[in-house]
């Protein structure tokens, strides 16, 4: 079965501070995709972005950057001089391309930015 | 236009009552799922519909019961509703099965007294 463990549960940070989700994901199987979605206070969910396991180049989108080691099985998702509009709860979620679309979702981290 | 919405957006209900929870997507997707988040925000599966036919049934109670009437529509029936029922749920979509992304609707948190 797959599992997917975002240990902190809560970070608060400082505006224009920079912040690292961690997200590490276990899975026997040799092709899935990770996602992170983004949950603001208002509490609608949002997708902010995708991988396979195929792909382990870093992207980088504006102030927003992933990092993807197989060799530790994290998903790392960091936010540059972070901002107030930042604050949400972020979930990282694992896909395995045989079950059917279930995605499992890690605990989620909530952070907080302050002005 | 809304590309998943649910209805109510709200629902505060007794114990034991019977209440439904609406969802349809105009996305086109074949693909439709039902998430449970809970008051410490775990966002779990409960059900998922491809073109119609149940593909993905978690461990819930069978007081929980989907129906999906066409690929657009995917509707969720609670019987004897019970207080650990309170919960925000989320309508989903998403094209196919597989890795696909998820399109959300904005929830319905259902309270249950």
């Known amino acids: 079965a797959q599992k997917v463990t975002q240990a902190q549960t809560e970070i608060s940070v400082v505006e224009k501070e920079d912040v690292t989700l961690d997200c590490v994901y276990e899975?026997?199987?040799?092709?899935?995709?990770l996602f992170w979605y983004k949950q603001p206070p208002s509490g609608e969910l949002v997708f902010l972005i995708r991988?396979?396991?195929?792909?382990?180049q870093n992207e980088i989108s504006g102030r927003y950057s992933w990092n993807f080691q197989k060799s530790t099985s994290s998903f790392n998702f960091t936010i540059t001089a972070s901002q107030v509009v930042d604050s949400a709860v972020y979930f990282c979620?694992?896909?395995?391309?045989?079950?059917?679309?279930?995605?499992?979702f890690g605990d989620g981290t909530t952070l907080t930015v302050k002005p | 236009d809304t590309a998943v919405s649910q209805t109510p957006k709200y629902l505060v209900t007794q114990m034991g009552n019977d209440k439904s929870i609406k969802c349809e997507q105009n996305l086109g997707h074949d693909t439709m799922y039902w998430y449970k988040q809970d008051s410490k925000k775990f966002l779990k599966i409960m059900f998922s519909?491809?073109?119609?036919?149940?593909?993905i049934n978690e461990t819930v109670p069978n007081r929980f019961s989907p129906k999906s009437p066409d690929k657009a529509h995917l509707n969720l029936h609670i019987n004897s509703l019970e207080l650990g029922d309170s919960a925000v749920y989320f309508c989903?979509?998403?094209?196919?099965?597989?890795?696909?992304?998820?399109?959300f609707g904005a929830g319905s948190r259902l309270t249950v007294l």
């Open positions: 991988r396979n396991s195929f792909d382990e």
């Open positions: 979620a694992l896909t395995l391309n045989t079950n059917a679309g279930k995605s499992t």
């Open positions: 899975t026997r199987d040799t092709t899935y995709y």
């Open positions: 989903a979509s998403s094209p196919l099965t597989g890795a696909n992304v998820l399109t």
């Open positions: 519909y491809n073109n119609k036919e149940l593909i």
